[in-house]
């Protein structure tokens, strides 16, 4: 079957949607032959695309079978890597979890020892998902640095020393034998949200706040890819006035240096207080504890600059925190929402919500199914199979 307008590939894409459900409803939006329908739709449904689900009535009185992606008996792999700490997953492509599991994984270890422990921890996971390995269709990585897509190697990066130009993508393609894409992190969390979440939101703008910030822009369900894959890198944006070192890139002045985890982190031990990671900051602030409400506000306030600057580019409907310290967020999220509001257009803030992450520590994981799903049912992959 040749791809073009309306190839099967591309009639897939208005099931994923929920633009149609029946083969009367794709000749109804599409304009196609009945006969021609029905030639793509039972490629399809031969190749595991499409499965019937039932029936309905149309218009005419007469029944019709109801049809829809088959994503819940495929299996995938998903990773959310940070600096620190990662989740991992066996779910399908429709971001159903079946089993996860955190890792400490200190992402300065190297690619190599790093991905040795995520291929066993998710060989482990998929074998008490009780999946069969031949359900497997892909695998899916998020790591707190930028990616290069058309290498799927991480772009030089400051927070992930030993990375450079590693081919995470063909490591973990080789390992599990199917398709693998590696993307960063705040893009992932990013896209579960606005997929999860905001699905009719026209702009969404996702900040990490974890041991550094990273941010993406998700347009019309879509993320924004910058010209070498710095898109969204705002924690290393200078503040003026700032002369705290950067302990990631080493420069003065970056957003990082002052409103990261790691940065409350410094400050909070500057003070006299014992913490290690930002949950330990969240935990101090939660407790009521005067300094780490301070701290975890300030740091709210200094993010809240940057992006009142990004919310009068862009005009977001959204702004969604998340990260480790969105366990915090009634200090965090007031402060951030302060300073945007206050620097801002009213037009441009009008109808803004402020939003702390809603699905937490697994935006990454249902970010990362939603970007393999978008590869597996692409109209590209679904038309060179069936061809
Ligand atoms: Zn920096």
Redesign the pocket.
Known sequence: MSPGPNSAGELLQLFRTGSVATRSEVQRVTGLARSTVTYKVDALLAAGYLVENGSIVDGRGRPSTRLRVNDQVTTILVADLGATHGRLAVANPAGEVLVDSVIESSIVKGPEAVLAMVTQRLDQLLEQSGRRGSSLRGTAIGVPGPVNLHTGRVARSISMPGWDDYPVQDHLADYFGVPAVLDNDANLMGLGEQRRIYPNAHQVLFVKVGTGIGCSVIIDGELLRGTDSAEGDI??AKITGVEET?S??G?RG?L??IASGRAMVRELRRLGHEVTTTRDVVRLARAGNPDAVRVVTAAGQELGGVLSTAVSLLNPDVVVIGGDIVHAHEYFLHGVRETVLGRSQPLATARLTIAPSALGDRAGIIGAAARLADVIFGSAAVDAKIS
């Open positions: 924690g290393h950067c990631s890139c420069a970056c990082a240096a």
